[in-house]
């Protein structure tokens, strides 16, 4: 049997598991008491509950060597406030406890030794409890400052940062930058090729005359019913030209590759200065020009019929304006902005309100800043010129010259330096856009100008900005106080993972960090995601943080519910 029913001994000192369990703790002499329980009658007028219930028990224990009671007296008054404090009619009492059966002591006994003798590894200390709310607060600072830093400054844009993406997502993100008015696809775009056959000799020649119709109908803003007429003009050279290449179609194409290949047997020659190879494929080039006379000179007529015709139609401009620019390599680009400024003052007058002596001038206000940006144009022709041929010869060099670094870092700063010129450009045009909307602006009276200014269309980029902005803002905020704390270093991981993909510290990968230090595969930023994500994984919010108030209403309420 578990429990013996015999008297206790007196002599031995030792007072069984069951006569001890219920003697009450007031009964107990003081002399019994242990030091802790003497200590705190000193400091506190009352031993403490714990000590004066389990230091008696303890000793005796001891004493008698029986360390399966140790393990379940203290088993058992570590909660005797919730279950060993009952009356024998289920009512507690604060002086008498109750026995229980010593198998349901003993059920637990290898769990219970487990949890005295080793600490767990999965507890937070006090000075862990503290690094890791001083770790949110800082990470917290960094991103607040950044979004509050990057709202300050009108300027900024991720353009910047976009445009140096490197690795195996750089042209992920570089396309994400929008084109200015299709500066790409028109300014910054190479010299057109020589034309390699004949669809592409007839294309070509189409897209110079409607260059020179789009040139002409801009600068002189011609009426829409004689741009109507000068497009009938265009397509019906247009379809003589088509003619000309199918008759002439067995020339044309045998024409560009034998030019092709004597052009390379020419350039092989004067490389090992073969003097005899070279006048023969420099005799043999121009009869092949001289063959090539007559359909060329075919299409060089049709042209000029149609210049002829573009300036009849444009006499009457041409008087008022003077002598329109000759064709540039901006013409399109030129194009694109003219575009978006009548439509611009299109929807100014229509959002003042504008009476039809306003409309006017505004039209006017609209045209001298068309009429400033060719002139500006004019005037950088010879740069333009310059940087498309550079542009070209640099693309030339990143496709056919090897790897080596110097000459890679020659040409990033060659790219650097052409994109500097770029930048100028762009800004200028910007800075007209500005000063047309403050014109426009201010020619109503003081209730149109109460409307505020026309906003201009946001790009994607620019909405993209705005938005991290406030996000920065958000997670910094968030996690300094506290507040959502995992849902706040979730966002923020899922930000600094995209900064990583974008400029990854792998090896080989060109250009390297332009900041202080240098990295290999982990940067700053990578180990500042994992911090975040660390924070994910514990309640750091709950740690002098807003999280703490949340979580107690939230758990208060589910507890509140169980009970009832």
């Known amino acids: 049997m578990p429990y013996s029913r015999r008297a206790p001994s007196v002599s031995s000192g030792v007072i069984p598991l069951r006569e001890a369990s219920r003697k009450p703790r007031e009964d107990l002499p003081a002399a019994s008491r242990p030091p802790l329980a003497a200590m705190a009658q000193i400091f506190f007028g009352s031993p403490l509950p714990f000590a004066s219930a389990i230091g008696p028990r303890f000793i005796r224990a001891m004493d008698a060597g029986r360390q399966t009671t140790i393990i ?29 059966r010593f198998g349901a002591l003993t059920g637990s006994l290898a769990s219970r030794r487990t949890a005295l003798s080793t600490p767990s590894i999965y507890k ?24 509050v830093w990057k709202y300050t400054n009108p300027r900024f844009s991720s353009v910047g940062f976009l445009s140096q993406a490197k690795g195996p997502f750089a042209k992920f993100y570089q396309r994400m930058i929008p084109d200015f008015y299709g500066f790409d696809e028109t300014l910054a775009a190479e010299d057109a090729a020589e034309p390699v056959s004949l669809r592409i000799w007839r294309q070509h020649q189409i897209s110079q005359m409607e260059a020179d119709v789009t040139r002409l109908s801009d600068y002189y803003e011609l009426s829409d019913e004689k741009i109507a007429a000068v497009q009938k003009q265009l397509s019906k050279r247009s379809d003589a030209l088509t003619e000309l290449a199918a008759q002439h ?55 000029q019929a149609l210049a002829k015709e573009l300036s009849a139609a444009t006499k009457a401009a041409a008087a008022r304006r003077g002598k329109a620019p000759s064709a540039a390599p901006y013409d399109a680009w030129a194009h694109n902005i003219i575009v978006a400024w009548d439509d611009y003052g299109d929807k100014a007058i229509e959002h003042y309100g504008y009476s039809d002596e306003k409309q006017t001038k505004a039209r006017q206000i609209v045209s001298d800043h068309k009429a400033a940006l060719w002139d500006f144009l004019a005037e950088n022709r010879g740069d333009i010129d310059d940087y498309r041929k550079d542009l070209a010869l640099l693309r030339r060099d990143v496709a056919e010259r090897g790897d ?21 450009w762009r800004g200028w045009v ?135």
């Open 72 to 100: 379940a007296v203290c088993s058992q008054n570590v909660r005797h406030r919730r279950r060993n404090y009952r009356r024998p009619h289920g009512r507690r009492s604060p002086g008498v406890i109750q026995p229980r």
């Open 124 to 147: 937070f200390g006090t000075l862990s409890i503290i690094t890791l709310v001083i770790l949110r607060v800082c990470i917290g600072w960094h991103f607040l400052y950044e979004g």
């Open 249 to 303: 179609k067995t020339a044309i194409e045998k024409y560009f590759p034998e030019k092709k290949k004597l052009r390379g047997e020419l350039k092989t020659a004067q490389a090992e200065e073969k003097t005899g190879d070279i006048k023969r494929l420099n005799s043999d080039l121009d009869d092949l020009e001289s063959a090539a006379k007559t359909w060329r000179g075919e299409a060089a007529k049709i042209r």
């Open 404 to 424: 080596a670094t110097f000459q890679r870092q020659r040409n990033l700063d060659k790219k650097n330096e052409l994109n500097g010129s770029a930048v100028g």
């Open 430 to 564: 910007r800075k007209q856009e500005t000063n047309l909307g403050r014109q426009l602006w201010t020619l109503g009276d003081s209730e149109q100008r109460d409307k505020g200014q026309l906003a201009k269309e946001k790009s994607d980029l620019e909405v993209f900005d705005k938005v991290l902005i406030y996000s920065l803002i958000a997670i910094g905020g968030c996690l300094m106080i506290g507040l959502l704390t995992r849902l706040a270093s979730l966002g923020g991981a899922f930000f600094l993972l995209s900064v990583v993909l974008a400029t990854p510290a792998l090896p080989g990968i060109f250009p390297p960090d332009p900041g202080p230090g240098h990295s290999l595969i982990v940067t700053k930023e990578m180990i500042e995601m994992f911090a975040l994500l660390f924070l994910v994984t514990v309640p750091a919010g709950r740690w002098a943080g807003v999280d703490f108030f949340i979580h107690s209403c939230i758990t208060g309420r589910c507890c509140s519910s169980k009970k009832l």
